[in-house]
């Protein structure tokens, strides 16, 4: 009987897993079905908005101090072993290093979603969108899925349906209920790679783009340092710098949080002090918009830029290397990149992420309390989980030859 293998969630993980399984199942003659169930009226939506649409794949450093987690002492082999590069080369799409980040060599998302769903369609992949998971039972025939289409009967389940963040791809946490209802424990979930809200933002600077190094202080201690970029909106900070920035919140968030903006951060604050006398003794005067974006020197300076002098250097670097916003929240999980929680790590297999729970039920990706920094650390470890577990399915399916 022709083995049924069911994978709900045709995001990253779930659909790596389907190309690599199908391609093992159809070159070797195997007697399965791979289906992937998928909510959304398309699958890889979330894959099509990475990285603004160039989909940043992985990157140079792939140290564990990138993601963080409960459980993450057995997954460095993984993440460490999975060659990305040649991985994608195989199914026709080659890559590039810009800097640390690798991107397709297209630099665009849509070249990576292609590219898999190329494959499914060559290996006999089958995908059935709109169509939701609803609840799970595992019988002694097999998992029954009931969905809002109709009922599917299963030898084996890959649940890669992603956590509860951006939930307009579809990843809305549906995944931990079906986990829960097989005895997972789930770890509750926040908000990570998320913007931050500022108390009191002036709206006037909305748009400014500040280049330079931020801190992030809790009851005025240093948290963590980011070096970058940020983005000023009408409700507080975005950018890459604030994103990663983000991950700590919450651990601190009982606590007064602030992030402290270096705008100077090329001189050290001696330097930056003479350098302003300087311009003090040949002009006159001070005029910072020649030093940082104009519509952020008046806002530090409130319009009294000319009436400074000797006396106010001190105040005038402090206000230069590190001008502080104070933090009251996060856009939220609907805005966030991934969330920190999820599936607890420990009940599944390291290496085939198979559920020690529950036989032939696996999980992989953001599902799992598993959560990166930006830089391409959550794709790599999503496709490092969906080779990983097509490659485990497979060798369970030569056993039974």
């Not at 799409?93 to 991107?103: A, E, F, P, V």
């Not at 933002?201 to 400014?208: A, E, S, T, W, Y």
């Not at 949080?257 to 003794?281: H, M, P």
Request: glycine share 10%.
């Amino acid at each position: 009987m022709t083995r049924q293998i069911m994978i709900i969630g045709g995001g990253s993980c779930g659909l790596v897993c389907g190309a690599v399984l199908g391609k093992l199942i159809d070159n070797n003659g195997l007697d399965a079905q791979v289906t992937i169930l998928e909510k959304k009226e398309k699958p890889g939506k979330k894959l099509l908005a990475t990285g603004n649409g160039r989909c940043n794949l992985s990157n140079r450093d792939l140290s564990m101090k990138h993601y963080e987690g409960h459980d993450l002492s057995n997954l460095e082999a993984l993440i460490l072993n999975f060659d990305i590069q040649a991985f994608f080369e195989e199914f026709g799409l080659w890559s590039k290093y810009l800097g640390d980040l690798l991107y397709p060599q297209s630099e665009q998302a849509v070249s990576v979603c292609e590219c898999l769903l190329r494959a499914l369609n060559k290996y006999h992949v089958k995908i059935i969108c709109e169509c939701t998971v609803q609840s799970m039972v595992k019988k002694k025939e097999g998992y029954h899925l009931y969905t809002n289409q109709q009922e599917f009967i299963c030898d084996d389940v890959v649940l890669t349906m992603g956590g509860d963040a951006a939930s307009q791809f579809g990843s809305d946490g549906s995944g931990f209920k079906l986990l829960s209802m097989l005895g997972h424990h789930i770890y509750p979930t926040v908000p990570s790679l998320v913007q931050l809200v500022c108390k009191n933002m002036d709206k006037r600077l909305k748009g400014v783009r500040i280049h330079g190094t931020f801190t992030m202080y809790a009851n005025q201690v240093e948290v963590h340092k980011e070096k970058g970029e940020i983005l000023f909106t009408d409700y507080g900070l975005s950018g890459i710098s604030i994103l990663q920035l983000s991950r700590y919140y919450q651990q601190y968030s009982d606590q007064k949080i602030e992030i402290g903006i270096d705008a100077a951060d090329q001189y050290d604050t001696s330097l930056l002090k003479e350098k302003l006398k300087l311009q003090l003794q040949q002009n006159g005067g001070l005029q910072l918009n020649g030093i940082i974006h104009q519509k952020y020197a008046n806002y530090l300076e409130n319009g009294r830029i000319k009436e400074y002098s000797y006396k106010d250097l001190n105040t005038i670097v402090q206000l230069l290397k590190d001008y502080r916003f104070e933090i009251i929240g996060t856009k939220g999980k609907e805005n966030a990149q991934v969330c920190i929680g999820g599936a607890d790590v420990s009940e599944f297999n390291n290496e085939t992420f198979e559920s020690k729970l529950s036989a032939h039920l696996y999980a992989g990706g953001e599902i799992l309390d598993v959560a990166g920094d930006c830089g391409g650390y959550n794709l790599h470890f999503a496709f490092a989980c969906g080779n990983a577990i097509a490659k485990a399915i497979y060798q369970s399916l030569l056993m039974e030859v």
